[in-house]
């Protein structure tokens, strides 16, 4: 006969319940920001420093975060090829919130220092704290199967071979969509060589490049202010070392602002080109948020043009307005296709809205976020936006077409339309550019962050005939 069940004395220890401990303050905001870019289509660059502002997280706990949620934006198509493969099942079939945290976990074992150990131990009492033991088991499971093997195994297996499908093989093992990663090699054309350089371009964090207002001060005075580097190609660039350039005096008085160096020579390249007879009436068609517009202004400025900016956006027209302050800028809120205003500017910049597959490195989200069918609503709406342009420019005048995408259907294809259909002919880009070199074939201009170290601008300069 069994006998009454015994209590522990007091003091005496029983059956331990295991305790879960929640994740540590790095990891928790990135993994609060892996759910807001999976749930509500947030941007990494903009929510991280937010949220680490707001917790009062620091140093290397908000440099590991920054880390952790980067990174893990960046490679997720690899992570979840891996994670598919480790757990046998599509990670379509996985809860959104425990993919996030295996995403999370499998990053810290395949990119980082982290020792393996504490990358599972912590997903999985993470796990086990938003759902249950028997999730917590399947992410104890997926992330210990994944840890046996290091990501040069796990591409191995996975990745198409470079012999039967290159661009295939190169597109896996740099994280990048494979319609991506061809539209790169079609950009390319006979340098396509360079795509392995391109893709794995993506994935370094771009210097901030500062730009000094034409008058108010030179490059090499922004430079000495703020123990930057002289910009190789816009004689207006600086590169900052580090830090926060908003808090830099020249930046809070308006005598630089900070901007992309490919950004620079845009719209320094419009007002370059040969206008005969220009009266100084420009136009900025696509402002929003308002650098080139800035840029253009102080340019324009000196030669007593005045500038005319065009967003559609409220919000965005606001932006222009706010950097263009004291430039004597006019700020209209329209849509470029029907602004409303009088043709006859001498020079204009259409810098369209784009894909920004040339500024993949600055979002880090964005290369699994944009589509293939994203490229023809976007590549139509260029087309009218160039041909509004055009009908805004008197014969002589010139327009600049620019976008922040190498893809052949947002550059070569929309002004080869604008070619066979409007009065206008190619002036050669590559020009209006100068320093700068290996900027492709001409007559347009294509920059490459491995080449130039800027984003991937593309440029073509039209004269209105």
């Given at each position: 006969?069994?006998?009454?069940?015994?209590?522990?004395?007091?003091?005496?220890?029983?059956?331990?319940?295991?305790?879960?401990?929640?994740?540590?303050?790095?990891?928790?905001?990135?993994?609060?920001?892996?759910?807001?870019?999976?749930?509500?289509?947030?941007?990494?660059?903009?929510?991280?420093?937010?949220?680490?502002?707001?917790?009062?997280?620091?140093?290397?706990?908000?440099?590991?975060?920054?880390?952790?949620?980067?990174?893990?934006?960046?490679?997720?198509?690899?992570?979840?090829?891996?994670?598919?493969?480790?757990?046998?099942?599509?990670?379509?079939?996985?809860?959104?919130?425990?993919?996030?945290?295996?995403?999370?976990?499998?990053?810290?074992?395949?990119?980082?220092?982290?020792?393996?150990?504490?990358?599972?131990?912590?997903?999985?009492?993470?796990?086990?704290?938003?759902?249950?033991?028997?999730?917590?088991?399947?992410?104890?499971?997926?992330?210990?199967?994944?840890?046996?093997?290091?990501?040069?195994?796990?591409?191995?297996?996975?990745?198409?071979?470079?012999?039967?499908?290159?661009?295939?093989?190169?597109?896996?093992?740099?994280?990048?969509?494979?319609?991506?990663?061809?539209?790169?090699?079609?950009?390319?054309?006979?340098?396509?060589?360079?795509?392995?350089?391109?893709?794995?371009?993506?994935?370094?964090?771009?210097?901030?490049?500062?730009?000094?207002?034409?008058?108010?001060?030179?490059?090499?005075?922004?430079?000495?202010?703020?123990?930057?580097?002289?910009?190789?190609?816009?004689?207006?660039?600086?590169?900052?070392?580090?830090?926060?350039?908003?808090?830099?005096?020249?930046?809070?008085?308006?005598?630089?602002?900070v901007q992309d160096e490919g950004s620079q020579l845009v719209a320094r390249a419009l007002t370059l080109a040969p206008v005969e007879g220009d009266t100084g009436r420009w136009l900025d068609l696509c402002a929003g948020p308002g650098g080139k517009t800035a840029l253009l202004a102080a340019l324009g400025g000196q030669v007593g043009a005045r500038v005319t900016a065009v967003e559609q956006a409220p919000h965005r027209a606001a932006m222009v307005a706010d950097n263009t302050r004291g430039l004597g800028v006019e700020v209209l809120t329209a849509d470029g296709r029907d602004s409303g205003l009088q043709p006859g500017f001498d020079r204009v910049l259409v810098d369209v809205p784009c894909t920004g597959?040339?500024?993949?490195?600055?979002?880090?989200?964005?290369?699994?976020?944009?589509?293939?069918?994203?490229?023809?609503?976007?590549?139509?709406?260029?087309?009218?936006?160039?041909?509004?342009?055009?009908?805004?420019?008197?014969?002589?005048?010139?327009?600049?077409?620019?976008?922040?995408?190498?893809?052949?259907?947002?550059?070569?294809?929309?002004?080869?339309?604008?070619?066979?259909?409007?009065?206008?002919?190619?002036?050669?880009?590559?020009?209006?550019?100068?320093?700068?070199?290996?900027?492709?074939?001409?007559?347009?201009?294509?920059?490459?962050?491995?080449?130039?170290?800027?984003?991937?601008?593309?440029?073509?300069?039209?004269?209105?005939?």
């Open positions: 006969m069994t006998g009454p069940t015994r209590r522990p004395h007091r003091g005496q220890a029983g059956p331990r319940k295991t305790q879960r401990k929640p994740l540590d303050p790095a990891r928790r905001a990135a993994f609060d920001v892996l759910r807001a870019v999976t749930e509500r289509d947030a941007y990494a660059n903009l929510a991280l420093p937010a949220l680490l502002a707001e917790r009062r997280i620091t140093g290397r706990d908000a440099a590991f975060a920054t880390e952790l949620t980067y990174g893990t934006c960046r490679v997720r198509g690899l992570l979840d090829a891996i994670i598919s493969a480790a757990a046998q099942r599509s990670t379509d079939t996985i809860d959104p919130v425990l993919l996030d945290l295996l995403r999370l976990g499998s990053y810290q074992l395949l990119r980082t220092r982290v020792e393996p150990h504490a990358a599972v131990s912590t997903t999985v009492d993470q796990a086990a704290i938003e759902f249950d033991s028997a999730r917590a088991g399947f992410v104890n499971g997926v992330l210990r199967t994944i840890s046996g093997r290091d990501e040069h195994s796990w591409t191995a297996e996975l990745a198409p071979t470079a012999d039967s499908d290159p661009i295939g093989h190169a597109a896996f093992v740099r994280a990048h969509p494979r319609w991506i990663a061809q539209a790169f090699a079609d950009a390319l054309g006979a340098a396509a060589g360079e795509l392995d350089a391109v893709l794995a371009g993506d994935d370094e964090r771009p210097r901030v490049h500062l730009a000094a207002r034409p008058g108010a001060l030179t490059a090499a005075e922004l430079a000495a202010a703020v123990d930057g580097d002289v910009g190789r190609y816009s004689p207006y660039a600086v590169y900052l070392p580090g830090g926060d350039p908003g808090q830099l005096d020249a930046v809070r008085t308006r005598q630089a602002l597959l040339g500024a993949l490195r600055r979002r880090p989200e964005a290369r699994w976020r944009r589509q293939p069918g994203d490229i023809p609503v976007l590549a139509k709406l260029q087309r009218e936006l160039l041909a509004a342009a055009i009908a805004l420019t008197r014969p002589g005048g010139v327009v600049l077409y620019a976008t922040c995408s190498p893809h052949l259907s947002e550059t070569v294809g929309v002004v080869a339309d604008a070619l066979r259909r409007q009065p206008v002919r190619t002036l050669d880009t590559r020009e209006l550019f100068a320093p700068a070199d290996m900027l492709g074939d001409g007559p347009y201009v294509q920059l490459w962050p491995h080449r130039h170290g800027t984003d991937a601008m593309f440029a073509a300069a039209l004269q209105v005939i």
